[in-house]
């Protein structure tokens, strides 16, 4: 069938979203639903409709095939393009804003990325690179951990950390993270429990990185503060958690996403959205 035929047969179907009988809207249901992520751009153009029964089908529909789409598109990330840590917040972000300019969001990004690389240079010690990332982001665009609210969903998603410039320790880290990942400076994320820091590594530590790579720690919800190995023992120490070489070593991009969708979980979980706690732990799955 041609590419035309398709779609008006897409649009037939769609326009018979209204029909009174439960039987014959479930076949029409699962012939669109057969169209995939293609069936996406003709629903949302027909959102608008003055019918309320047919709006709140189509946004079933929509809804279903965003998950759906959203899944492969993580398992993808997962597999192939995991080394693209933006890509994967991006993704995470859609699961509460699908209709997210994600075009505009990379352009935000990479022109925080510029305002840093201009104050950088080749004769900058590690410590003086982390001053000029930490005075651009926390002093000139006021990001700041948001202390008050700190297990709120929107402290998470990358739109909102943008547009508030306060987040959570995992989302202020992932942000730095991204940034340093495009300046070439070789900072990852370390999986601490109960909290999320960053690790400055050695040039030889950046491909297979191990405690030993570490040449200090940043802690992004403190305005980028530096510290070393004895500050984490001590806090292990206080939360009397027993120490592992993992909450010393850079985690994966892969670690950090799924504790992003670990923490939306206990989010929602906390405020009582079991349906958005269903489709968060569905696409978890994706991540294994």
């Not at 987040?167 to 070789?186: D, E, Q, R, V």
Request: glycine residues 4%; hydrophobic residues 40%; negative net charge.
């Amino acid at each position: 069938m041609s590419e035309l035929m398709n779609q008006k047969k897409l649009e037939a179907l769609i326009s018979m979203l209204d029909e009174p009988e439960e039987i014959s809207f479930l076949k029409i249901r699962e012939e669109i639903r057969t169209f995939g992520r293609e069936a996406i751009p003709s629903l949302e153009k027909t959102l608008d409709t003055f019918n309320p029964l047919m709006q709140e089908r189509i946004m079933d529909i929509l809804t279903g095939l965003r998950q759906e789409n959203l899944y492969q598109e993580l398992l993808d990330w997962a597999r192939f393009a995991s080394s693209d840590l933006l890509k994967g917040y991006l993704l995470v972000t859609r699961t509460q804003y699908p209709e997210l300019d994600e075009e505009k969001t990379i352009i935000e990004v990479e022109q925080m990325k510029m305002n840093i690389w201009l104050e950088l240079n080749d004769n900058l010690t590690a410590l003086e690179n982390v001053k000029v990332m930490n005075h651009i982001l926390f002093e000139i665009l006021k990001f700041e951990g948001n202390k008050i609210n700190l297990n709120a969903p929107q402290n998470q998603y990358l739109n909102t950390l943008l547009e508030n410039r306060k987040g959570s320790p995992l989302s202020l880290g992932m942000l730095y993270t991204i940034l340093a990942s495009k300046l070439k400076l070789p900072i990852m994320g370390v999986n601490l429990p109960q909290h999320y820091i960053l690790a400055y590594l050695t040039d030889s530590g950046i491909t297979n990185p191990t405690k030993d790579d570490v040449l200090f720690y940043i802690n992004p919800f403190n305005k980028g503060a530096v510290f070393t190995k004895r500050e984490i023992e001590l806090f292990l120490k206080q939360m009397k958690i027993g120490a592992d070489d993992s909450y010393f070593t850079p985690c994966s991009n892969i670690d950090s996403i799924e504790r992003m969708i670990n923490n939306l979980i206990y989010s929602y979980t906390q405020l009582g959205y079991p349906e958005k706690i269903t489709d968060l732990q569905i696409l978890l799955k994706a991540l294994k």
